[in-house]
């Protein structure tokens, strides 16, 4: 795959990623449904701190958008879904979706940015150049 079409493929997976993460994880926490309350107290949070939550979620899913922030963005997405799998496994959950989505997450920035594959295998020259900025 040559890096024009690697590139595209990872804005098309970064733009999927977010519009997941804003349409199907974070309107969840805004809108209310029934069950809402039961399932937010079983993971302990509030349905004060769910919004907050979902604000949070919404706030990192527009910056690993944003090409200046994108870096950033997945560094806090990925401690986010941290705290996802967290609180899966707290509560006897499923924990593998948080985990294939910070996967995901750094595959679609590393496509977007071909230095992240190289910082994190730690092979190339311009990867510990730019590691140094």
Do not use: C, Q
Request: glycine share 10%; no cysteine; proline share 3%.
């Amino acid at each position: 795959m040559n890096v024009k079409t690697a590139r595209i493929v990872g804005w098309v997976m970064s733009a999927l990623l977010s519009a997941f993460l804003i349409l199907a994880s974070a309107s969840g926490k805004f809108l209310d449904w029934e069950g809402k309350a039961d399932m937010f107290d079983k993971f302990g949070y509030s349905m004060e701190l769910m919004t907050k939550i979902g604000v949070v979620e919404v706030i990192l899913a527009v910056l690993i958008l944003i090409p200046r922030s994108s870096f950033l963005g997945g560094l806090l997405l990925t401690a986010y879904l941290g705290g996802a799998t967290a609180t899966h496994v707290r509560v006897d959950d499923p924990f593998y979706m948080p985990i294939a989505t910070g996967v995901f997450l750094w595959f679609a920035l590393a496509l977007r940015r071909p230095e992240i594959f190289s910082l994190a295998i730690g092979s190339s020259r311009k990867a510990e150049a730019v590691g140094d900025e």
